[in-house]
């Protein structure tokens, strides 16, 4: 079946630090990849997708590539800001994008 | 302002008692989704829609019911709730298969 994990949490990093959460996935067929940002009391908004193989999703400086030889699709940022701290998901959906699975999440905090 | 609403944002019931989760999106969306969000285990899909009257399980549809007569609205109803329905439940939507999931702001739900 289809399932994402994710490194738990949480992430503590100073301003400026260099950001990565791995992220790897079992999938059948032809899945496509997202991270998703949650900030507190709110809902999930999209962060980047790549939908085939090689890929790579970027939006406000963040970056993952699809890496379909090692199932995974990390999340990157050269440099984190305060206000990026929030909590990410990955997630996969299915070849046919009618179902979501999503990884449990890992919080970010950032420090000034 | 384009936008997923649901209500109510907080419940607290007691087992056994019938609830409906309301969900409505103002963006003429075909597709929409309930999640329920729970510590370290993520997002999972509980039902999705994929048009008026066309409906088909998530991942965990069990004690779960939902119908889809109007587009714009997609309730999530618990014909008898228990404890272990106590979440945190989101609505999205997407206006077609391929495109971005809007999500609602939540519903936190306490099951007694």
């Known amino acids: 079946g289809n399932s994402v994990t994710q490194m738990e949490g949480p992430v503590t990093l100073s301003e400026e630090a260099f950001l990565t959460i791995n992220c790897t996935y079992t999938a059948t067929g032809y899945p496509s990849l997202f991270w998703y940002v949650q900030y507190p009391g709110e809902g999930l908004q999209l962060l980047l997708k790549?939908?085939?193989?090689?890929d790579k999703g970027s939006n406000k400086g963040f970056e993952a590539t699809y890496r379909k030889e090692t199932t995974s699709f990390h999340l990157e940022k050269g440099s984190v800001q305060v206000s990026d701290s929030a909590v990410y998901f990955c997630?996969?959906?299915?070849?046919?994008?009618?179902?979501?699975?999503f990884g449990s999440g890992t919080k970010l905090n950032v420090k000034p | 302002e384009a936008q997923v609403t649901q209500n109510p944002r907080y419940l607290i019931t007691v087992t056994g008692k019938k609830l409906t989760v309301t969900c409505s999106q103002n963006m003429n969306h075909e597709y929409m989704s309930w999640y329920r969000q729970d510590p370290g285990l993520g997002l999972r899909q509980i039902y999705y829609?994929?048009?008026?009257?066309?409906?088909d399980k998530g991942d965990v549809p069990e004690g779960y019911k939902v119908s889809r007569k109007e587009k714009r609205n997609f309730p999530l109803i618990l014909e008898s709730p228990s404890p272990n329905q106590t979440s945190l439940y989101f609505c999205a939507s997407r206006r077609r298969l391929r495109e971005t999931q809007y999500f609602g702001p939540g519903t936190r739900l306490l099951v007694l």
């Open positions: 997630a996969l959906s299915d070849q046919n994008f009618n179902k979501f699975y």
């Open positions: 829609s994929m048009n008026v009257e066309v409906t």
């Open positions: 790549a939908t085939k193989a090689d």
